[in-house]
């Protein structure tokens, strides 16, 4: 049995026969080595040596009794609900906030000709243009397993599957999609992936360089240990021993979000897929069920109107976008995360355009895969690749 799956369907075995937790924890592992001996003595001992049994609530591993008592059991209250719900549309509708800030600061300065609110507005435009904010720090780690991180995934009510085990002493490039208007669903995989590829160190993502300018917004990602995207930036952390996600459909799949079928822009991402081969890094195909659910589009969809155009010129997110009554709160849907198996790389300074060509159309073939055999029952939208 070669899928390691984590999820609340074993809590409620667990609730009733509490002493199953430590076996089914126990069995886990023995699926994630598969019980093959020819797997690498480093990946069997990063998984064997997992000193606690993942929780059915918040997906971490940590002390607790045989319920899990670390974290809230059963459903998530009201109040939390409305905690998740305030914070996550202030995540979510930062963009809304920082340009309305701007302008009624822009309009004050204007008409009461405040020289200390004229100093304010230069001093966002300056964060925003010319001062990127410090991304080359690790995770803080106190931060990602916060409260914060288990409350956002139980308001999705978050789900985890793991096809197979990886091998620490790898370097991963991990494709992620679909990006959706948010990409919630990458956001607060950043919480848990050091426990889903336990032994797999300094997993961080990379974001458009305007989003790690902005103001609150940009504190967040550093904090998760987000930098700046690019092929420069990603070969670095490559350099630095760090195993790199990538949203790949990136902007242009924003304004593809539909509630009639899942769309990805993947066939023409083929730099990711070359940097993977330069870095000599095995690329991991990841899916987000549930992602491009969490919001809709003002207008409509449509990935070749004037916002989106706009978008991919200035590197930055124009989109007008609503969730639930209407506001930047996203929608309660359900989040599930699949981990496919690797597609083994061989590392290469100048690959041949085949060699890239041959790999990404490996890569489209998992997805699709990957897309039809792990999709919940709720997800019956045709997947279409363009």
């Given at each position: ?309 706009l978008s991919r010129k200035f590197k930055t997110a124009l989109v007008l976008f609503y969730g639930r009554f209407g ?60």
């Open positions: 049995m070669g899928e390691q799956e984590i999820w609340d369907e074993r809590s409620k075995t667990e609730q009733e026969d509490p002493a199953l937790l430590n076996s089914c924890a126990k069995h886990d592992d023995d699926d994630a080595t598969g019980g093959s001996s020819s797997s690498s003595e480093s990946r069997r001992q990063a998984i064997d040596n997992s000193e606690f049994p993942i929780c059915s609530n918040c997906q971490l591993r940590h002390p607790g009794d045989s319920k899990g008592s670390f974290c809230t059991e059963g459903k998530q209250g009201p109040l939390e609900t409305l905690f998740a719900m305030v914070t996550l549309g202030l995540v979510c509708g930062w963009c809304y906030l920082f340009v309305i800030t701007l302008v009624l600061l822009a309009l004050h300065a204007l008409v009461f000709k405040s020289v200390y609110t004229l100093a304010a507005v230069s001093l966002l435009l300056g964060n925003f243009l010319w001062w990127p904010v410090n991304n080359t720090c690790y995770p803080y780690e106190a931060f990602c397993n916060s409260w914060l991180f288990a409350v956002w995934r139980r308001y999705f009510r978050w789900q985890c599957v793991l096809e197979e085990p990886l091998d620490p002493d790898k370097r991963y490039m991990f494709a992620e999609m679909p990006h959706g208007v948010m990409p919630l669903g990458q956001l607060l995989s950043c919480s848990i992936v050091r426990h889903v590829f336990p032994g797999v160190k300094n997993i961080s993502g990379v974001a458009a360089d305007a989003v790690l300018r902005t103001p609150g917004i940009r504190l967040l990602y550093s904090w998760m240990g987000i930098r700046k995207a690019g092929r420069k930036s990603i070969l670095d952390m490559f350099e630095e021993d760090i195993n790199v996600a990538v949203v790949v459909g990136g902007i242009a799949e924003m304004f593809m979000v539909s509630n009639h079928t899942e769309k990805l822009y993947l066939k023409k991402r083929k730099n990711f897929t070359k940097i993977s081969i330069e870095a000599g890094a095995d690329i991991v195909p990841v899916y987000f069920f549930g992602n491009s659910l969490l919001h809709g589009l003002v207008g409509g969809e449509g990935a070749d109107n004037c916002l989106c155009r506001t930047p709160v996203p929608r309660r849907k359900e989040l599930k995360m699949v981990a496919g198996r690797p597609i083994a790389v061989v590392q290469s300074n100048n690959p041949s355009d085949e060699y890239v060509d041959d790999l990404h159309a490996e890569l489209l073939r998992r997805v699709e895969e990957l897309y039809y055999k792990h999709r919940p029952d709720w997800e019956t939208r045709t997947l279409v690749i363009t």
